[in-house]
Each structure stands twice: as C-alpha cells, then as structure tokens.
C-alpha cells in the first residue's frame, strides 16, 4: 500500500491514489488533487450560497473510475466518479450532478436509508453501517466491503425507497440551481446523453432492479420543475467553462488510455497540450509532457497547475531544484493553497537530505497539517524528515499519528508510548502523544466491556 501511495504521489503532482481490495470488487481508487478540489469546491460553494448546508461540513471524495456514478454516505461524505466530469458537456453538467447530490444531503436521504435499512433487515444495517465508519477512519478494504456486502443484503427492499429518494433529489437539484445562477435544464440534459447508453446496456428486469428510476422519467420529472422557474435560463461563466476544459482534459490523460487521448486532444490547443502532457507522463514518454508544458507556462505563466506537474517530473529524474522552484512558483500562483502543496514541496525539499533544506521541508509539512490534519502521507514525511535530523521522539511522535490516521491503532500507542517517554515535556507534542495515549487506552477498554 505504502508503495502504490509513494509511485503516484511522485508521479502525478498532487495526485494521492490509494488502492482499495475488497473481495467483493475490483480496486478503488481515490484520488486527490488540487485542481480537481478546489474547482469542485468552488462549485459547490456557488451552490449553497442560499442553502443551510455548511461548506466545511461536506467531505469530498475522487474515485478513478470510468463509469459514471456519485453518491453520498452518512456524514455528509460525496463520493464523485472521474467519469462524471469526463461525461459533462461542460462544468454545468457537472455541477447539476453535485447539486443532485447535495439534495440528497439536503433532504436527509441518508439518515432517512439507514432508518429504512434497519427496518429492512436488522442484520445487514450494522454491516452497512461499520462499513461506512471503517472508510472514514482510514480502514479503506474493510470499510469498502462491508459497505457492499451491506448494500447487496438489502438491494430487493431497498428498490422503490430509493427510486422515490432519486425523484425527490432530482427536483431538488432544480431548485439548488436555479436559485444559485445554473440553467437547471443541464441536469436533464446530463441524464440525456445517458440515457441511449442506459436503453443498450440494460434490459428491463435489470432496470427494474436499479436503484434509480428510467431516466426517461427523471427527464420528465426535471422538465416539469423548470415550469416553477420563470428565470433560470442563466448565461455560461465563461472563466468557469475555461478552467473546466483543463480540468476534464488533465483528469482525460490521467484515466484513459494514451492512445484514446491522443485520438481526442490532437491540436495545439491549450487544452490539448495539457491532456497529451498528462498522458505522456503516464506513458513514460517525459520529453514529450516537458515539452508541452513548456509551452503551457511560457504562454499562461499564471497557471500554477503546469508549474506543478512539470516540478514533479523534474522531481521524478532527480532534478530536485528545478522541482522546488516551479513547485514554489505554484505556491505563489495559486488562489488557495491546500495541503498537497504544502505537503509537495516539503517531500522535494526533503530529498535534499540536507540539514537546512530538511528543516524548510518540516516547516512546509506543518503547514500541510494545520490545513489538515488527517493527511497521513504528510504525517509520514514529517517523521521521515525529523529522522533525517536525528529528532527521534518527534518521528516516533509524528508516526504515531500517522498509524492512527490509517487504522493501526496498536502501532499508534507503541509509538506514542515512545513519543511520549523521551520528548520534551509541555510541548504540544509531548501534549498530543499523551491524548493519543489516553485515547487508545480508552478504546482498547471499552472493547473489553
């Protein structure tokens, strides 16, 4: 696991994948990245701008995947399929799928499915339920299978309930963007472009089966809530659309095959140029995604997204100043820095292996972990430099965090035990491997109960 989490962290900018086996499905793979997020969280904040739903409250997932498909879970966690983005006509589309999903939140579907489930089969909901608690606490292949082993219990009760929840969220999702400045008919015209593929892959006993209704009924359904809006034939954010081209065209080079890509994106456009320096890089073929990306930053100098991706080529052939520097430069470009930059150039720097680019590259990680704190592969560099420096008790402490991030909850006390015996004390380290300790105490006794 850690050496999948390694190769794409060094192969792909900001991009973290992580794969999740469970015996009941192929892997998963979700991904972060800093262009994909931060769009997204631009979108979603434009649609909650009239909604009580707080931003901050909503986690947000990527899953590499080429079918098209997003849900939610309990807590208010979004899980988006690549392909969704892929799929949009444009970032409309796009953004009438998240309003969908949103308005399940919103309607309190999820809350709503577990009351219903339980009622269903009172032993299939506490699978579907650990399920779900394992994913968000780090225990990815059990979380992941016991969601599906719990879906599956359920899946012939559970029919109509949902088709019900479908209909009501696709009216809902009208409203979130009609009210929010988006033409609602894209969400119609998303469910459209699907629907021929939907009429050959799916007889009718396997629709009846589906979770969701025809979508030639959702369609209908959609039509008729636009008649309540006089006003939401609302004009395209041409900087939106722009910057959406860009995004679809890199997350493209990423899930496709090269050759695909390459049959798609095969002018000199900008968008074009960035799709085949994606795909490039993932093929091998690294002169050609330099190349590419040359021409991208001498032509747009302010995308920090080209700078980023060719710092972590450079950073993939040992070129580590070159990477720090058009890493660096990325920092300054960008309208919102988050925790992958942070955590980017602090693993550049680290790679130095020397005592003052190491300490830099500790105050980049810290910053990476106050934006946030759950980022285990930021813990883990942050206990690789403080190694590297010869500050044992701090990497036992920082690896402590880091296994309890991801689950292991017995290494987690053995370093924190560690941590806590030799580091210095009234630090707000020495602080937090004392609570890591209580609370792993704590657990390991109500377990025994």
């Known amino acids: 696991m850690a050496k999948v989490i390694r190769r794409f962290i060094l192969i792909f900018k900001a991009l973290i994948i992580i794969n999740l086996f469970s015996e009941s499905a192929k892997a998963l793979e979700i991904i972060r990245d800093t262009e994909l997020e931060l769009f997204t969280n631009e979108l979603i904040s434009n649609l909650l701008n009239s909604d009580e739903i707080v931003e901050n409250d909503l986690n947000i997932y990527f899953i590499k995947s080429n079918q098209v498909n997003a849900f939610v879970t309990g807590g208010k966690n979004m899980f988006i399929n690549t392909e969704i983005i892929i799929r949009s006509e444009d970032y409309r589309e796009y953004a009438a799928v998240l309003a969908h999903e949103l308005a399940h939140i919103q309607g309190g579907h999820i809350f709503n499915t577990s009351i219903e489930m339980a009622n269903l089969s009172g032993k299939a909901f506490p699978i579907y339920l650990l399920g779900v608690i394992g994913l968000m606490t780090g ?17 012939d009760g559970f029919m109509y309930y949902s088709r019900t929840q479908e209909a009501s969220a696709d009216q809902a999702a009208v409203n979130i963007l009609c009210k929010n400045g988006i033409d609602g008919k894209y969400l119609a015209n998303f469910l459209d472009k699907l629907e021929d593929n939907e009429n050959m892959k799916i007889s009718d006993n396997k629709n009846y089966r589906s ?15 636009l008649k309540n809006y006089g006003k939401c034939n609302f004009t395209e954010d041409e900087k939106l659309s722009k910057r959406f081209e860009l995004l679809k065209a890199k997350l493209h080079g990423f899930t496709h095959s090269h050759l695909e890509t390459e049959a ?19 093929k091998g073929n690294h002169k050609k995604s330099l190349e590419n990306l040359t021409k ?19 950073f993939v052939n040992n070129d580590y100043k070159n990477a720090y520097n058009f890493q660096k430069d990325a920092i300054e470009e960008i309208s919102h820095v988050n925790d992958l930059y942070y955590m980017m150039i602090g693993n550049y720097l680290l790679s130095h292996e020397e005592y003052e680019n190491t300490i830099n590259g500790i105050n980049y990680l810290k910053k990476s972990l106050q934006i946030n704190p759950k980022n285990a592969y930021s813990w883990y560099l942050l206990a690789r430099a403080y190694g590297q420096i010869d500050q044992i008790p701090l990497a036992n402490y920082a690896t ?16 924190a035990l560690k941590a806590a015996k030799k580091i210095e004390q009234n630090t707000p380290e020495w602080y937090r491997s004392s609570d890591l300790i209580n609370i792993l105490e704590n657990e390991t006794s109500t377990n025994r109960q």
Do not use: C
Request: no cysteine; charged share 20%; aromatic share 16%.
């Open 139 to 155: 225990a990815a292949e059990t979380g992941f299978a016991g969601v599906m082993l719990g879906q599956a219990s359920v899946n």
């Open 211 to 225: 979770t969701h209704p025809l979508t030639e009924n959702r369609i209908t359904w959609i039509n008729s809530s």
């Open 264 to 282: 798609l994106y095969n002018s000199d456009r900008d968008i074009d140029l960035y799709a085949t320096a994606v795909s490039s890089y993932f």
């Open 296 to 314: 991208l930053i001498n032509e747009f100098p302010r995308n920090p997204y080209y700078k980023e991706l060719i710092g972590e080529i450079y």
């Open 400 to 415: 402590a965090e880091r296994y309890f991030l991801i689950g292991e909850r017995a290494l987690s006390y053995e370093f």
